[in-house]
């Protein structure tokens, strides 16, 4: 047996070389109509002209939330990718991307740096549920 620990991801740069990142974070809603609100405004602020009636139709559930805080907020959307767009004459091309809302994880993280290190697959996705609203993943809804 040997104390040697493998470490993930320390591949050496190489041309051609795909790389995908998946970054999970967890929140909990402690006030689901205010945050609800909040989105919407955030719709508008994001897509100036819409009306209060498109925010309310484009912004109707969790992962719609979600997404549009984590746009405004700079974490997804067309000012990540401008800003990540300067970085292609150093090397790096974009690629695709996806992003999933999980709700109701059985097992959440902690917050903390450190404190889900220990952990088994933290990017495995919970069993499917059975009866009504029994979806695992909700996805980003772009607006035309």
């Given amino acids: 047996m040997t104390d040697e620990v493998e470490m993930i ?14 970054l999970r974070r967890d929140f909990t809603v402690s006030d689901a109509d205010r945050l609800l609100t909040t989105a919407r405004r955030a719709f508008r602020e994001l897509n100036p002209g819409t009306s209060a009636e498109q925010a309310e139709e484009m912004v109707s ?3 719609d939330a979600l997404f ?3 746009e405004q907020a700079g974490i997804l ?12 004459a150093d090397g790096l091309t974009l690629g695709g991307w996806r992003a999933e809302v999980t709700p109701h994880e059985p097992e959440p993280l902690a917050p903390g740096p ?5 952990r088994g697959d933290v990017f495995a996705l919970p069993p499917r549920r059975s009866g009504p609203g029994d979806g695992r993943t909700l996805t980003l809804r772009v607006p035309a």
Avoid: Q
């Fill in 114 to 118: 450190r404190s889900n290190c220990v």
């Fill in 9 to 22: 991801g320390d591949d050496p740069l190489v041309d051609g070389m795909h790389l995908s990142l998946r």
């Fill in 61 to 63: 559930c969790a992962a």
């Fill in 77 to 88: 959307g067309d000012a990540v990718d401008s800003r990540l767009e300067g970085y292609a």
């Fill in 68 to 70: 549009i805080l984590l």
